[in-house]
């Protein structure tokens, strides 16, 4: 009977040395693989930081561009409008010279400097008789519709 327990014991310690070899083969397998997704992990990580470092990146060169952008039209927009207006007032100027209007006190600069704005220009008892007929008539400005 004793040979019968050897044979046991020795196919059972066959067994367990194949099984342990077994996972220490499955073991090192895992560890491998484990290694390598550990590496896609940080390449991935690496990548996604680059990546976030470079949207924020243009999204700040964008609204910053944009800015710039809208600043020079905005300036752009005041200057066409202020030179409007001066020519406008020019033109109003001239035609109340040749209206024979007076316009001594009148000064262009002092409209498109900030001057003093609460000065009335004068106008000469001759021609206050010609501006109260005109003040009846209908007013046309050249250039506008009616």
Request: charged share 25%; aromatic share 4%; with cysteine.
């Amino acid at each position: 009977m004793k040979q019968h327990s050897t044979k046991i014991l020795s196919i059972c310690l066959i067994v367990a040395i194949a099984y342990i070899y077994h996972q220490d083969k499955e073991h090192g397998s895992l560890v491998v693989e484990n290694q390598q997704l550990t590496e896609q992990l940080a390449r991935a990580n690496t990548l996604l930081l680059e990546s976030e470092d470079k949207i924020a990146l243009l999204e700040k060169k964008s609204i910053e561009g944009m800015l710039e952008e809208t600043n020079k039209v905005v300036v752009s927009g005041w200057e066409t409008l202020l030179d409007t207006v001066k020519e406008e007032l020019t033109k109003a100027k001239e035609r109340f010279n040749a209206e024979g209007l007076s316009l001594e006190n009148f000064n262009l600069d002092d409209f498109t400097t900030g001057g003093s704005k609460n000065e009335v220009p004068s106008i000469p008892p001759s021609s206050q008789q010609k501006q109260q007929q005109k003040a009846t008539e209908p007013l046309i400005i050249e250039g506008e519709r009616t």
